[in-house]
């Protein structure tokens, strides 16, 4: 299959909080906003609590967190298929740090990524663990941003298969 060399994605982002009354005061006003993506059901979000947004719903921060590890899923999984790797179980547990620089100006400093793999058998654990290394430099969101994201995998082996 070719990859594209440019692709473009776009989206529809709607502030529902003007519904609740203008922005007046910083404490005043609702954070609650809903994205669109064509043909694809609506996200609603806010921002982080820490930001006087709704804890209930999803905000900017925890979305690239989201980005970071479903990219290197896809691209771990995408590996290990063309190498006849039969991965049985993914799940990941995302953290990232958000700190003040000296600028003033608040930016995430680090995401680690702590997937955990389960493989049918482990004939090729050793390569398994090592395609998380060339998932991450293959994920197109880690190469999108300026700040380092790690990875520490767990690879097991299912027992129930093995």
């Given at each position: 299959?070719?990859?594209?060399?440019?692709?473009?994605?776009?989206?529809?982002?709607?502030w529902?909080?003007a519904?609740a009354?203008?922005?007046?005061?910083?404490q005043?006003?609702?954070?609650?906003?809903?994205m669109?993506?064509?043909?694809?059901?609506?996200?609603h979000?806010?921002?982080d609590?820490?930001?006087?947004?709704d804890p209930?719903?999803?905000?900017?921060?925890?979305?690239?967190?989201?980005?970071l590890?479903?990219?290197h899923?896809?691209?771990?999984l995408?590996l290990?298929?063309?190498?006849?790797?039969?991965v049985t179980s993914?799940?990941?547990?995302?953290e990232?740090?958000?700190?003040?620089?000296?600028?003033?100006?608040?930016?995430?400093?680090?995401?680690?990524?702590?997937p955990?793999?389960?493989?049918?058998d482990g004939g090729?654990?050793?390569?398994?663990?090592?395609?998380?290394?060339?998932?991450?430099?293959?994920c197109?969101?880690?190469?999108?941003?300026n700040?380092?994201?790690e990875?520490?995998?767990?690879?097991?082996?299912?027992?129930?298969?093995?």
């Amino acid at each position: 299959m070719a990859i594209k060399p440019e692709h473009h994605y776009s989206a529809t982002l709607t502030w529902t909080g003007a519904s609740a009354g203008p922005t007046r005061t910083y404490q005043g006003y609702s954070r609650e906003w809903r994205m669109v993506f064509e043909g694809k059901a609506p996200m609603h979000g806010s921002a982080d609590p820490t930001f006087r947004g709704d804890p209930k719903l999803h905000n900017p921060e925890e979305l690239l967190l989201a980005a970071l590890a479903s990219c290197h899923m896809l691209s771990y999984l995408a590996l290990c298929s063309l190498k006849g790797i039969p991965v049985t179980s993914y799940i990941d547990r995302a953290e990232g740090t958000m700190k003040r620089g000296a600028d003033g100006k608040t930016r995430f400093t680090s995401v680690t990524l702590h997937p955990m793999v389960t493989l049918a058998d482990g004939g090729k654990l050793d390569q398994a663990i090592a395609l998380h290394h060339a998932a991450h430099d293959e994920c197109y969101i880690a190469n999108s941003v300026n700040f380092p994201v790690e990875t520490a995998p767990t690879v097991t082996v299912d027992s129930a298969t093995a």
